[in-house]
């Protein structure tokens, strides 16, 4: 199995040579032995290169991956978390949200619970081509339904 590891091409840096590709397929088709190795790609190692690894020589003062990104999952606003809960399976008007999440006025509401939570993705309109519908409701997205899984658990 071959693994291509390349920088972002452009196409003025894009270049048709197959002496590369050729020499891989004659290694996995013919048998044959072949160095392949150019800047980005290393197909069989050295041996020693091997043994190096095997025996735990190779210092990784680069590594080949990224770390771990945190946990993008889970939002910092307690407020979003709470409507998400609030929100779970059903679908819910502002005025049934403002009621649950005990608050009266509409445009606290708004600016601090669900336009963050939309904006985050973790909420989104029944009709979003007509957000003044008069039957208008919202539910959790992929995402946020991810959270409320996690967070019922």
């Known amino acids: 199995m071959a693994f ?14 197959v002496y590369f590709l050729e020499l891989f397929f004659r290694n996995l088709l013919m048998g044959e032995n072949n160095e392949l190795k150019n800047r980005y790609l290393l197909v069989n190692p050295p041996e020693e290169w ?6 735990g020589q190779v210092t990784d003062n680069h590594p080949t991956s990224t770390r771990q990104v945190p946990d993008k999952l889970r939002p ?5 978390i709470q409507l998400i809960q609030i929100i779970g399976e059903n679908e819910l008007s502002v005025k049934d949200m403002i009621s649950a999440v005990g608050l009266k006025d509409r445009e606290n509401f708004l600016q601090h619970y669900l336009n ?16 003044r519908h008069p039957r208008q409701k919202y539910l ?3 995402k946020g339904m991810a959270l409320f899984n996690e967070l019922t658990k």
């Open 116 to 131: 963050p939570a939309i904006q985050e993705g973790y909420v989104r309109m029944l009709y979003p081509d007509s957000p």
């Open 140 to 142: 959790l997205t992929v």
């Open 76 to 80: 910092n606003n307690q407020n979003i």
């Open 4 to 17: 291509f590891f390349a920088k972002k091409l452009t196409p003025a840096r894009v270049r048709e040579e």
């Open 50 to 55: 091997k043994q190096a690894a095997s025996a």
